[in-house]
């Protein structure tokens, strides 16, 4: 298997892997839909996403990564940095959209690889910080990101429920 940059025509072999999982769409970590698995809505999803990065095996993708930057000056929380306009290098965040795996893959490292991927990508912008976030009633999930070093700073209402706003240095992920 191996990780490279999603591309826009990466869309058709993308929906076939997600719908061969039988599963309607690629669900982001909250659990609501995120992107549309017909070819135009992956094609989209991968122009629009800062950083977009696919795994492969012999038969096609078996995972996918989607990250974006948040607006410079950005910022969660009231008196940081970014919030006061005077972010410095590593002083950024950027959000996790998207991390799927094909069922048959869970547990072979692929979610770890595409994590790693996505962390080297960001800390090359400044980016220090990734942020997911996942349902406060999925203890999976939870236990995923606390395993790869990410620490709860929020819960908010979200729409599918209560969610868990998780952070983690982004070296900690390379």
Avoid: K
């Avoid at 996403?49 to 948040?70: K, T």
């Avoid at 692929?110 to 009633?137: K, Q, W």
């Amino acid at each position: 298997m191996h990780v490279r940059a999603a591309r826009p025509d990466d869309a058709e072999a993308l929906r076939t892997a997600v719908s061969r999982a039988r599963e309607a769409t690629v669900f982001d970590d909250i659990g609501a839909p995120l992107l549309d698995v017909s070819a135009a809505g992956v094609r989209e999803a991968a122009a629009e996403a800062e950083w977009s990065f696919l795994m492969e095996d012999e038969d096609g993708p078996v995972g996918v990564a989607i990250a974006h930057p948040d607006a410079e000056g950005a910022s969660d929380e009231p008196g940081s940095n970014q919030a006061r306009g005077d972010a410095g290098a590593g002083d950024l965040e950027a959000e996790l959209l998207a991390l799927w795996v094909h069922p048959n893959h869970a547990g072979e490292g692929v979610a770890t690889e595409l994590l790693a991927r996505v962390a080297s990508s960001v800390t090359e912008r400044g980016v220090g910080t990734l942020r997911a976030t996942v349902p406060a009633d999925s203890p999976g999930a939870t236990e995923f990101f606390s395993a790869h070093g990410f620490s709860h700073r929020d819960t908010r209402r979200g729409p599918a429920g209560d969610e868990l706003v998780v952070v983690a240095d982004v070296a900690a992920l390379r």
